[in-house]
């Protein structure tokens, strides 16, 4: 049974990492030092992942450099000013994003991206966390491959 978190389905976390201003600094630490299997993402080579089901207990891990965050969420490669810069990102990946983005909207959070869809075919929610997390809410086709969601 998935946690119903008030009308929104959450079916697994899609993906997390952190969000870097310094990737070759993050990269010699999370692939030279910790050893994860990092490789870049075709076609971005700043964007380094671990790959569908690379790293037991995550779905996806990835360096993600802030200007391509600021990319995805507003179109220019700098962040706001007048937003806090987030640290890292988490995505959860859910059974029905327009019901996810309707709660998210009636609670009254700030939308940065409201169901967009991205050029690599994931449909994305996103919002800063309380924390200060870019937090998404997403239908990632290919992550859904080997998931029930029935």
């Known amino acids: 049974m998935n946690p119903d978190l008030s009308g ?6 899609a993906g997390f990492g952190p969000i870097t201003l310094d990737t070759d600094a993050s990269k010699a630490f999370y692939a ?4 994860l299997p990092l490789k870049s993402m075709e076609g971005n080579s700043d964007y380094l992942l671990t790959g569908h089901n690379a790293l037991k207990g995550v779905k996806h891990f990835a360096l993600w450099p802030l200007s391509q965050a600021a990319l995805s969420c507003f179109g220019t490669g700098q962040w706001p000013v007048d937003l806090p810069t987030p640290q890292a990102w988490i995505e959860f990946e859910v059974r029905d994003i327009d019901a996810a983005t309707r709660v998210l909207k009636s609670k009254g959070y700030r939308l940065l991206v409201a169901q967009r869809e991205e050029p690599w075919g994931q449909t994305v929610t996103r919002l ?6 870019l937090a998404g809410v997403t239908i990632t086709p290919w992550l859904r491959q080997d998931q029930k969601t029935e």
């Not at 800063?128 to 997390?133: A, F």
């Open 128 to 133: 800063l966390s309380p924390e200060g997390l």
């Open 8 to 13: 929104i389905d959450v079916l697994f976390v």
């Open 32 to 35: 030279d030092a910790l050893g």
